[in-house]
């Protein structure tokens, strides 16, 4: 027979594992977009990583509760010099994306 505490922490692991889960694929949903953007704009992005520099719960336009996420990364436009850059996503959807200013390169140069 199980017990009330068994199922309270089953439920709980479970709880952990599905919400880093998710949270996972969003962070990919997020670094493809960025690697896209940056590859039509010419620009590299840095180390193929972002860092999670928020999290909070915050009511869609639907109005149900979601998690907005803010991540931190890093590009470069000429191969020198690391710019900065924040995307926002509310659940799965991107709210906002940030870069810093930099060195526009030319159609010969490339940052890659």
């Not at 709980?12 to 990919?28: C, E, H, P, R, Y």
């Amino acid at each position: 027979m199980l017990s009330l505490s068994f199922l309270f922490w089953s439920t709980v692991v479970a709880a952990f594992v599905a919400f880093w889960w998710q949270s996972d694929k969003i962070k990919l949903y997020a670094i493809s977009h960025i690697a896209y953007y940056c590859k039509s704009r010419n620009l590299q992005l840095l180390d193929q990583t972002m860092v999670l520099k928020g999290l909070w719960p915050v009511r869609s336009e639907e109005g149900s509760i979601q998690l907005r996420r803010r991540y931190h990364f890093e590009f470069t436009s000429t191969g020198e010099v690391r710019n900065k850059g924040i995307i926002e996503l509310v659940g799965r959807k991107i709210q906002d994306l940030q870069i810093e200013a930099h060195i526009m390169p030319s159609e010969h140069d490339s940052a890659h």
